[in-house]
C-alpha cells in the first residue's frame, strides 16, 4: 500500500537514493554503519545508471542484473555483491511504499548463497598471554585487562563494552546485563577472573581516570576520562598483540568468537552458548560447532549407535 505522496516529486534517480536513506535512517531505525552501506552500494548504481536510466519507474529487473553482473565482472566480492542486492532490494520495497512503481523491480534479485565464514578463534593459550599482556599496576593497565577479560570471558561485543555503565554490573551475583542488537537484553555471568579485575579497576584505577574530569557514565574510559571509541578499543587490542607477538590478525570480535569456541569446546550446550551471545537465531550461533571439532569428535564417539562397541555396558 502505497503512502500519500508530498506535493513535489522528485523523478531523479538520486533524489530518491537520498530520500530511501533518509527514511531509512528515521523511520527504519536502521544504524548509522548500516545507512553508510547503503549509502555506498546506491552511489555506486547511480553512477553506474547514470546514462542509462534517470527515473526509478524505469528501473526493470534485466537492468539491475546487468548492473550486478558488472559488478561481479570487476572482481566485487561474493559477500559485497550479496549485500549490494539486498541494498537493491531494499530500495525497490521502497519505491513501492511511495507509489513510485507497482511492482519492486529488485524483487526477484538474488545472489548466490555465500557460504558463512569461520570466525578466527585464537587458542586458549594465546588468549591467557593476550589478557595477561597490560600492567596490572598502572590505572590504564588495570582498565586494558578488565576490558580484554570481558570480551573474552562475557563474549561481548565491542560496541557493547563500551557502552557499559557500572550499574550494568553485579559483582555480588557475579553477572552483568548487557543491551545487545536490536535493543535485546541479556544477562551474563561472570567468572572469577573477570570479577576480580573488575573490582580492581573499579576500586583502583577508575576514580583516578575520572579524577578532574567531567562525570561519565560510561564505565571504561579514557585517560582523559572520556568514553572508549571502537577504535580506541582495537588500537589498544592491537597494541597488546604487538607486545606479546600474537596473531596481528585477532579482533576484539575474534575474542568473542574464542569465548563461544572454547565454551562448546568444553562442552557448553549450543543454546546455553546462544543465549550468552545474544544470538536471535541459534543458526547463527552454529557456525561455531565448526570450529570446536574435538568436541564434536568426543560427542560422536560416545553417542552415536554405530560407536556402540566401543562403550561398556
Known amino acids: 500500500m502505497s503512502r500519500p505522496s508530498s506535493t513535489i516529486q522528485p523523478t531523479a534517480l538520486d533524489q530518491w537514493t537520498d530520500r530511501f536513506l533518509a527514511y531509512a535512517a528515521a523511520e527504519r531505525g536502521l544504524a548509522a554503519n548500516t545507512i553508510t552501506a547503503y549509502a555506498r552500494d546506491l552511489t555506486r548504481f547511480v553512477d553506474w545508471a547514470d546514462g542509462r536510466v534517470a527515473n526509478p519507474a524505469l528501473l526493470t529487473p534485466s537492468l539491475l542484473q546487468e548492473f550486478l553482473a558488472a559488478e561481479r565482472a570487476r572482481g566485487l566480492a561474493p559477500r559485497s555483491a550479496a549485500r549490494l542486492a539486498a541494498t537493491l532490494r531494499g530500495f525497490g520495497r521502497y519505491l513501492v511504499l511511495e507509489g513510485v512503481v507497482a511492482i519492486s523491480p529488485a ?162 550446550d549450543l543454546r546455553a552458548v546462544q543465549a550468552m551471545l545474544g544470538h536471535a537465531d541459534v543458526a547463527t550461533t552454529q557456525i561455531y560447532t565448526h570450529v570446536a571439532p574435538r568436541r564434536l569428535r568426543e560427542v560422536h564417539h560416545r553417542f552415536h549407535p554405530r560407536n556402540a562397541s566401543t562403550r561398556t555396558a
Open 107 to 268: 524483487s526477484e534479485l538474488t545472489m548466490r548463497r555465500v557460504p558463512a565464514a569461520l570466525p578466527l578463534a585464537p587458542h586458549r593459550a594465546d588468549v591467557q598471554v593476550l589478557l595477561d599482556t597490560p600492567p596490572p599496576d598502572t590505572p590504564l593497565g588495570r582498565r586494558d585487562r578488565a576490558l580484554l577479560e570481558l570480551l573474552y570471558s562475557a563474549g561481548l561485543r565491542v560496541s557493547e563494552v563500551i557502552a557499559l555503565r557500572p550499574p550494568n554490573l553485579d559483582l555480588d551475583a557475579n553477572c552483568v546485563r548487557v543491551v545487545g542488537k536490536g535493543s535485546r537484553e541479556r544477562v551474563v555471568p561472570l567468572g572469577s577472573h573477570a570479577r576480580a579485575r573488575l573490582d580492581d579497576y573499579l576500586g583502583l584505577a577508575r576514580p583516578t581516570l575520572a579524577a578532574g574530569h567531567r562525570v561519565r557514565p560510561e564505565l571504561f574510559l579514557s585517560h582523559r576520562g572520556l568514553p572508549l571509541s571502537r577504535q580506541a578499543v582495537w588500537k589498544l587490542l592491537k597494541q597488546y598483540l604487538r607486545r606479546a607477538c600474537l596473531d596481528p590478525r585477532v579482533s576484539p570480535h575474534s575474542l568473542r568468537h574464542a569465548f563461544a569456541t572454547h565454551l562448546l569446546d568444553g562442552g557448553a
